[in-house]
């Protein structure tokens, strides 16, 4: 277990064991590695020497204040999570403070540091076993499999998890956001309504370009709007079509009733 | 190196090779060993290899060596890529078996209107596939064919239900951050 | 088909396989030839192949065999491929991941509770490397997403099983002795 300590300080960038650095520079480093008010606390415990089990809670929560105070000052942004580790510490230090009730049995009386006491060995723990799949890792990694049998350059394939499924369909769809909204504030016509004006139209003229009708739509959506509502129209037997020949124009026509 | 110490190196880099290795080759990532050592070394391995009567041998292969499956086995090595799902989708065929997982059921047109780009072909893919099935005609005008997922999209994708799909909830503090 | 019959079979079939093939991917394959069988040959196979000292050897992992490199040769082979060791995790990732590892299934709220900081951004990290999957919803308020490690999790770390990490209580000790 020594060893795995030893490591450890290895990819914590060996900052918790050594001194205090002097520059500013060096400073901030230090400050930021800690990854929370945790590693923050854990490192503090471990530099005044102290027993994780008996944490003089004053000292450590000054000493922890006036990291923070530092962070400040040389603009590393606290976190959230450090204000509250900060509250969590006055507020045991306050408890530690307050008179205990004479009369109550010696075990009821809680330690107001357990649950914080607690806290910090489960994250030791997590730290230890970070480290031990670390080193899995770096011994994994020296074994290698063999080469791919076969390639697929021009259609790059994915291998898909549940989380790449709501990637891609997350992209698309804000793909086809940024689309409607070059769309410039399109009409939200309906299909009842582009009936209604395309019958206004026969109304006027006998004769109607489709062409002309779909060179009007401004999105796309709106294509498919004419489109469908033309069909519906025949479907109806409200306008019959013609095409004087193949690939010409289609007109459309008025049926008679 | 001996002879014996450079046959396990040797064996490991046709190994991981994806083309026929030389013995030039491995001359210069041997570097101070003798050409003449690695010739020895690899027809030695080679000759070992494959009096093992494995699955597997070394073979000579256009000036180069490389670790192949024996032929009479091939049956097997068939039925395995057979069996194979192909876990593997085009980016395509992705995007549009997104789009139907989530917004199922749904028609062509609606996924082209949604993609912005047809899909034929990706159907045409997941519907081989069986990740998607037909689920009935839409009663709108031309009654197209309504896609929705199928048991072995979620088989596929490890879910129990639909409801198991992750949602933009779930994700959203990942996605800004 | 006899035990020493099947091994060069299974050879072949650990070979082409992209995964680690499992035994009850191999009787599938084997159709008809028993599991005990199976198992058996895998076995010796694994150890006469092992035992030979060669480059490679058969390994136990994610739950399935797979043909390796031996590490002691890493450093040719990366000289070959001119492969770069994969970019390392962060120490935030790779502590968020010793606590899903350890807790799974667990939410994001749960990994915050116990890590003292939000981990959003190593989450979807381990996430693009395919680490941890989301293993559906936990039926509480909020219906919070929960997460557990993937088959490539276990490829990652070497490792067979799960029951393979080490005990979490053996950490116990480190700041107080």
């Known amino acids: 277990m020594k060893e795995a300590l030893t490591k450890e300080s290895e990819i914590d960038g060996d900052g918790a064991q050594s001194d205090f650095a002097e520059t500013t520079d060096q400073y901030k480093v230090k400050l930021s590695m800690f990854e929370g008010p945790l590693d923050l606390l854990l490192y503090l415990i471990r530099k005044e020497e102290v027993s994780i089990y008996d944490i003089p809670i004053a000292r ?9 105070r530092a962070m400040q000052e040389l603009d590393i942004g606290v976190a ?28 009821e009386i809680e330690d107001p540091r357990n649950e914080l006491v607690y806290q910090l060995l489960e994250h030791q723990k997590f730290k230890g076993a970070a480290n031990v799949l670390h080193q899995r890792a770096m011994m994994e990694a020296a074994a290698f499999t063999r080469a791919s049998m076969e390639e697929d350059t021009d259609n790059p394939e994915v291998a898909a998890t549940v989380f790449q499924l709501f990637e891609v369909f997350k992209e698309v769809m804000d793909r086809r956001r940024a689309i409607s909204e070059i769309e410039i504030a399109r009409d939200e016509m309906t299909m009842a309504e582009k009936i209604a004006e395309i019958t206004l139209m026969l ?20 294509m498919v709007l004419i489109f469908l509502s ?6 109806g037997l409200v306008i019959r079509l013609t095409q004087s020949e193949t690939f010409g124009d289609i007109v459309i026509m008025k049926r008679e009733t | 190196m001996t002879v014996d110490e450079l046959k396990p190196i040797i064996e490991s880099l046709i190994y991981v090779s994806e083309e026929p290795i030389s013995v030039k ?44 499956t ?37 028609t062509i047109p609606e996924i082209l209107e949604i993609r912005g780009v047809t899909s034929t072909s990706a159907i045409k893919t997941l ?39 992750p949602n933009l909830e779930d994700f959203e503090d990942l996605m800004t951050s």
Request: net charge negative.
């Open chain 1, 60 to 68: 450590i929560t000054e000493q922890y204040l006036e990291y923070l």
């Open chain 2, 70 to 106: 024996r032929p009479e086995f091939s049956e097997y090595v068939r039925r395995y890529l057979k069996s194979q799902p192909s876990a593997r989708l085009s980016l395509a065929a992705l995007e549009t078996l997104a789009v139907i997982a989530y917004k199922q059921p749904i």
């Open chain 2, 127 to 165: 519907l081989d596939r069986r990740l998607i099935v037909a689920k009935g005609h839409k009663q709108v005008v031309g009654r197209p064919m309504l896609y929705g997922t199928s048991k072995d999209f979620l088989i596929h994708f490890g879910l129990n239900d639909l409801s198991e799909l």
């Open chain 2, 25 to 68: 080759q491995l001359a210069t990532l041997l570097e101070g060993e003798s050409v003449l050592d690695i010739q020895t070394a690899t027809d030695q391995l080679a000759e070992e290899f494959n009096a093992r009567g494995g699955g597997l041998e070394v073979r000579q292969l256009a000036g180069g060596y490389r670790i192949t």
């Open chain 1, 230 to 235: 033309v069909l519906e129209l025949v479907k």
């Open chain 1, 80 to 107: 959230g999570e450090f204000l509250v580790m900060a509250a969590t510490l006055i507020h045991i230090k306050t408890q530690m403070l307050l008179p205990r009730d004479p009369d109550a049995p010696e075990e």
């Open chain 1, 203 to 222: 109304n006027d003229s006998a004769e109607v370009s489709a062409r002309a009708l779909f060179e009007r739509a401004r999105s796309r959506r709106e």
